[in-house]
């Protein structure tokens, strides 16, 4: 059976955002256990690059307009006959929680600012081995506590960032449940269509193919062009095969 790779590509900058946003988010949960200076500064670097990403823009606005925007989208479903109303109600009371929750929190990231071991490590990550023991002696002795007060103090971190987390995940799994997998066939490795205001393109190629999307487009209308792995002696196919989800 031929193993399927599934890509996304973000048709708008607000979603391009939150899917980094996301992807940053799974990357703190995978490094929150810091054992040494490798898993300490893959966890720091995950961090400052997210108050980076976090420091662009009105994230809490717009993430609160979005679960304004699915409550709307709830109450259109409500109005089709035979729809499960018992989940459109749980859906949208999660949807209210989190707004309430993420309105009613701190701004976003400003308790990973204020913390003086973060800062301390995020001004020396721009520099070649500058958080190195003797440029950073804070984190040397930091990392010499006992393995259950290093896990305490990520998880305080990280719990500073539930409600956002929460809130995006909620979102997120929306739009992607929003558009169902179609089979459709690319010619000369090319495919156009609509996107009918869309957020996101979700593409399943499989494997065996060998081959990557180069996505372009917005809201209206977008274009995927399928490359090679192997830019050399690799080739696209007349006719290739995929599944597409406009979310």
Known sequence: MSTSILFEHPLNEK???????????????????????????????????????????ELRTEIVKELDRQQQKLRAWSEVPGVDMSLIATLNDRLKQRSATLMAAPRVGQQLREDR????VRQRLSIPGGCCSFDLPTLHIWLHLSQQVRDQQTTAWLETLDPLREALT????????SGSFRH???????FQDNAEDADLLRLQLKLDDALYPQVSGHKSRYAIRFLPLDSDSGDVPARLDFELACC
Do not use: C, K, P, Y
């Not at 949960?29 to 400052?48: G, P, Q, Y």
């Not at 071991?117 to 301390?120: E, P, Q, Y």
């Not at 909620?170 to 449940?177: G, H, N, T």
């Not at 459709?184 to 090319?190: C, D, K, V």
């Open 15 to 57: 979603m391009r955002t939150w899917l980094r946003i996301e992807f940053l988010l799974r990357q703190l949960e995978a490094s929150r256990s810091i054992t040494d200076h490798l898993s300490a500064l893959t966890f720091f670097r995950n961090t400052a690059e997210l108050l980076d990403v976090l420091e662009r823009g």
């Open 184 to 190: 459709q066939i690319s010619l000369n490795g090319f």
């Open 170 to 177: 909620l979102i997120l799994d929306l739009i992607r449940q």
């Open 117 to 120: 071991l973060i800062g301390l």
